[in-house]
């Protein structure tokens, strides 16, 4: 099997087993609206710090369904009610700086863009490394959750892509693909860049689903 075949038939299989999103794992519709964003601006938040994927995903739909949807909800709320929302997704070893960092968050998207990430979106115009310096002066979120933030939105905010971050990079790597993003575009067909990305990053997370991948890729060969 050729170069090009071989790493049309691993991306394929990558994407066939592991090209959600994380946004859509957390069951967020991300849509160009204020809410959706909002929440995979938390999720990114959560996302970044050194803890499991999964319990950070467990996490956001956590904070959603004790209300914490908006950043009017969330700091509204007490500081206990985010400290216990996110412990009830698991996050309990970050729970109470993450929830200081979620109220002050909250607060500055209120007072500084009307507590809609759009306007934001409107002041980077078009530029990833504005819009990542500006999502960074959020409490907690870091030069990671700021990757993540763009990662995950760029299907809707499509001037921002395609936006393939260093963890995304780190498993094309190790899945033997090209770490060059034309390149990963032109494999991956018809999937969203966001998908493509997810995929990728799943693949420098976890082992497993680079085994699974290069085996199946073998197999179909």
Request: net charge negative; proline share 4%.
């Amino acid at each position: 099997m050729s170069d090009g075949k071989r790493d049309e038939e691993v991306m394929r299989e990558l994407l066939r087993r592991y090209g959600q999103t994380y946004a859509a794992e957390a069951h967020i519709v991300l849509r160009d609206t204020p809410q959706p964003l909002y929440r995979t601006l938390v999720l990114a938040h959560l996302l970044s710090a050194r803890i499991r994927a999964s319990v950070a995903v467990a996490t956001s739909r956590a904070l959603y369904e004790a209300g914490l949807r908006d950043p009017g909800r969330m700091t509204e709320a007490t500081w206990q009610q985010r400290v216990d929302a996110l412990g009830r997704g698991g996050y309990r070893r970050y729970d109470e700086r993450t929830a200081t960092q979620l109220g002050e968050g909250g607060q500055l998207l209120i007072d500084r863009w009307g507590g809609d990430l759009r306007r934001m979106r409107e002041r980077a115009d078009g530029d990833a490394d504005v819009l990542r310096q500006l999502v960074r002066e959020l409490p907690g979120i870091g030069p990671v959750g700021a990757d993540i933030f763009l990662r995950e939105v760029q299907d809707v905010w499509p001037e921002f892509g395609p936006f393939v971050d260093a963890k995304a990079l780190q498993g094309a790597e190790r899945l033997g693909l090209p770490r060059d993003t034309s390149a990963l575009v032109r494999l991956a067909g018809d999937a969203t860049h966001a998908e493509m990305a997810s995929a990728l990053v799943r693949a420098a997370l976890d082992e497993d689903v680079v085994a699974d991948c290069l085996n199946r890729a073998g197999a179909a060969a």
